[in-house]
Structure formats: structure tokens, C-alpha cells
């Protein structure tokens, strides 16, 4: 059972405050670190910042902290449920005490950083790897697994890049390794090839939030020019695929951009042009019709994050509509461990695909490297092969790599079939 909670203020990876959590049981003390997003999608589970401007510019979290010291620490102590098998009645039990649709009142921050840490005392009361345990929680297999091909964001454009370049992720996906390991060592060599060709080319490489390249351009094509020739340089021509978030919300209704007809003809252009099999939040967040009529049928994996928050109401909206057939899965937008499981059942359950995601704003914290093995999402994106807190989640998935062919259980690299990883 769980003995004490304590939770305090620490510091993301852009410097910004965010919840730490210390979960005790009779086994270890376990650690629930928060991410955050700098897409303010309106769906969302509510992040509980203090509002006090002379503080952190109003961004302090110390209010999400007391409510997990004050008001769920007694209430999770007290109702002896044991992580090892109640975890989703501890989540239950947070979101009657919150009481609020968002988790807006004790803050979607301070009632994740509990669930994410008593999932790991619950792996480790049972005796097995935090992927074990999520993948028995989702009533996936756990003798065979399926290793995600790796989604690595190394060029940014958008809001935090510092370019004028409006969309905001390029990703390289190595889908002809044939191990995850292998697919790392591609990514990096391609994203070390890119540097030198930035450098070369503009004199000197910037970096954006998410550890990527971050060059002069102001049109997708040169961004994607870049990429073809970094992955040609570094000798993976053909075996390494192409996905773009261009996160439409952040300049969809500004002045002097493209409309949705627009962007729809852009998009064809440029996916007939280069070798991309993915494509995240095309257009804005409530714009459904345009992203049904893209999708009628479309080539590419199209994928909703600011659409769908992953929020299952949405979700079912998304499959009413036919809207797009991937939903990106990030954690701390709808608050829980159990509710992120259940949404990626629900995802499935419609015939789609999951993609779990890291945040812009990130910790050292690795959960969600065992989340996407336990829950056999097949691929996921945890920004470029740079920066501690990007390369610490591909390190732990190396590190379950090793594991499994270790224990001799049975493991496949998901490559080409990234969508269907889960069947
Ligand atoms: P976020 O950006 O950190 O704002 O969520 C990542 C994304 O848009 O996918
Ligand atoms: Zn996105």
C-alpha cells in the first residue's frame, strides 16, 4: 500500500515550473514528474498554474503541490487501495475528489504526477517492468512485444523555434531498421548529416525546444529538401520516412496564411513529392470538415493532437466524422495513466492507430517509453537524439530492447506496419 505522497516544485526543460512527485510504499519511493505542453489546445485537461504574476510569470505550481500534500495525500493514504492491483480506482478516487469535467479544481498536473508514480509501485510491488505491468493493464499480451519505430523531431519550425518557418515538426521514421536500436543509430547519424548540411549552408545550426535543427527557411519544401538530402548523406535513402506536424492551430487563423483548400493542395503537393507517411494536425483544432474531406482516402497516416486532445468524446466525434484515423496520445492532456489506456483502447477499438508523444516542455522522467511498449503503439516521438531529456526516453526503450531479447521473449520491430502494431 501506499505510505506517504509528497509532492513539490521543480523545473521542465524550458525552465518553467512543473510537479515532482516521491510516492512511498513498502517497496521504494517512486518518482511522477510532469510534462508540459506549449500547445494550449481548448480540450484539455487543466494544467493548475498559480496565476500569481510576480512569480514565475504566473506560472508556478505550488497550488498543484498543496492539493497533492493536502487534499489527495490523506484521502489516497487513507483508502488503503494498493497500486499492485487498484490502479484505476486510485485514478477514479482522484477524479471524484477533484469533481471538475477538466480536472481544473486539484489540477490535471497534480493528479498525474500520483498516477503515473503509483503505476510504477503497483510494476514494482508485482514484481515485473513498468511495460509489463501497463501492457497487463491494458489487456495486452506480455510474452511478445512490438518495438516502436521511433518518430525523431530534427527540425522545428513554428512558435518556439525561433524561424520564420510556420510548420512546426519534421520527423525522420526509420521504417526499414530492423531493430529499434538499429533506428536510433540511423536517426542520430541523419540528424548529426543535417547539422552539417545547416551549418554548411547558413553558416551555423540553431536549436529549437525539442533538441532539433532549427534553419532559416520559410517554406515546408526547403524544410523537407533538408531532410531528403540529410537522409541521402547519412546513407539511409529509401529506409527512412518522413512525418510533419505542421500544428495548424498555432497559425491557422493568423493573417497571410493559407486557407484550408489551401493547405489541402500544399499537403498533396508536398506528399507526392517526398517520401512522408505521416501527418499530424493539418489543420486547425475545430475544423472538422476539412480534415474529413483530406481524408477521403489519404495515403499518409493522418493524425489528431490539438482535434482530439486526446479526449475520447472527441475521439468518438473524430470516427463519426471520419475525420483522420490516428490519435496522438499524450498523457498529461487527460490526466491519468488509466484514462490514457483507455483512450488508446478506444482508438483501437474504432480501427485506428495510437501515437504517444513527449511535451515541449519536458522532464528527465522516461514513463513514457514503457507506456508505448505496453500498450503496443508502434511508434512514438520524443523530439530529436539530443538533449537529456529527448534522449532518455529512447535510452530506456533500448535498455526494454535489450531486456526482452535477454529473458528470451518474443519481440518484433513494428517498421512499415507502425499502424498496426497493436493487432
Ligand atoms: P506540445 O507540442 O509540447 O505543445 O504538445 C508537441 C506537439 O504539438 O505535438
Ligand atoms: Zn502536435
Not at 8 to 35: A, E, M, N, W, Y
Not at 89 to 113: H, P, T, V, W, Y
Not at 177 to 197: C, D, G, H, P, R
Amino acid at each position: 500500500a501506499i505510505q506517504s505522497i509528497r509532492a513539490s516544485q521543480h523545473l521542465d526543460s524550458r525552465g518553467k515550473p512543473t510537479v515532482q512527485l516521491d510516492l512511498k510504499s513498502s517497496h521504494d519511493i517512486f518518482r511522477g514528474p510532469v510534462p508540459s505542453g506549449a500547445s494550449k489546445g481548448d480540450y484539455k485537461a487543466v494544467e493548475l498554474r498559480d496565476g500569481d504574476m510576480s512569480v514565475f510569470h504566473g506560472n508556478g505550481v505550488t497550488k498543484a503541490c498543496g492539493n497533492v500534500n493536502r487534499v489527495l495525500r490523506p484521502k489516497i493514504t487513507e483508502s488503503g487501495l494498493d497500486p499492485a492491483h487498484d490502479l484505476k480506482k486510485i485514478d477514479e478516487l482522484m477524479i471524484r475528489l477533484d469533481g471538475s469535467a477538466d480536472k481544473s479544481k486539484l489540477g490535471a498536473n497534480a493528479i498525474l504526477a500520483i498516477s503515473m508514480a503509483a503505476a510504477r509501485a503497483g510494476a514494482a510491488a508485482r514484481g515485473v517492468q513498468l511495460y509489463e505491468f501497463l501492457a497487463s493493464e491494458g489487456g495486452y499480451p506480455t510474452n511478445e512485444y512490438v518495438m516502436l519505430v521511433p518518430f525523431m523531431n530534427v527540425l522545428h519550425g513554428g512558435d518556439h523555434s525561433g524561424n520564420p518557418m510556420a510548420f512546426q515538426e519534421f520527423m525522420i521514421a526509420p521504417t526499414g531498421a530492423s531493430s529499434f536500436t538499429e533506428a536510433v543509430q540511423w536517426n542520430a547519424e541523419t540528424y548529426m548529416a543535417l547539422k552539417s548540411i545547416i551549418q554548411e549552408k547558413y553558416g551555423k545550426a540553431a536549436f529549437g525546444d525539442g533538441g532539433g535543427c532549427a534553419a532559416p527557411i520559410g517554406h515546408p519544401e526547403g524544410a523537407l529538401d533538408l531532410l531528403v538530402a540529410a537522409i541521402a548523406k547519412a546513407g539511409h535513402e529509401g529506409k527512412i520516412k518522413i512525418g510533419i506536424d505542421p500544428a495548424s492551430r498555432s497559425f491557422f487563423n493568423k493573417p497571410n496564411v493559407l486557407d484550408a483548400a489551401q493547405l489541402g493542395k500544399l499537403y498533396r503537393q508536398l506528399l507526392d513529392k517526398c517520401p512522408i507517411v505521416f501527418l499530424e494536425d493539418p489543420f486547425g483544432q475545430d475544423d472538422w470538415d476539412a480534415f474529413s474531406k483530406f481524408n477521403q482516402p489519404c495515403k499518409v497516416e493522418l493524425v489528431g493532437d490539438d482535434l482530439l486532445a486526446t479526449n475520447i468524446n472527441r475521439v468518438r466525434k473524430a470516427v463519426q466524422k471520419n475525420a483522420l484515423h490516428s490519435m496522438l496520445l499524450k498523457v498529461n492532456q487527460i490526466g491519468t495513466v488509466t484514462a490514457a489506456i483507455a483512450a488508446a483502447q478506444e482508438a483501437y477499438s474504432a480501427g485506428w492507430s495510437a501515437f504517444v508523444s513527449h511535451r515541449l516542455g519536458e522532464t528527465t522522467d522516461d514513463f513514457i517509453a514503457d507506456l508505448t511498449v505496453g500498450l503496443r503503439t508502434g511508434h512514438l516521438k520524443s523530439g530529436a537524439p539530443a538533449r537529456g531529456e529527448r534522449v532518455v526516453k529512447y535510452n530506456r526503450l533500448m535498455d526494454i530492447e535489450d531486456d526482452l531479447h535477454l529473458r528470451k521473449i518474443s519481440i518484433r520491430y513494428a517498421g512499415e506496419s507502425f499502424r498496426s502494431a497493436h493487432h
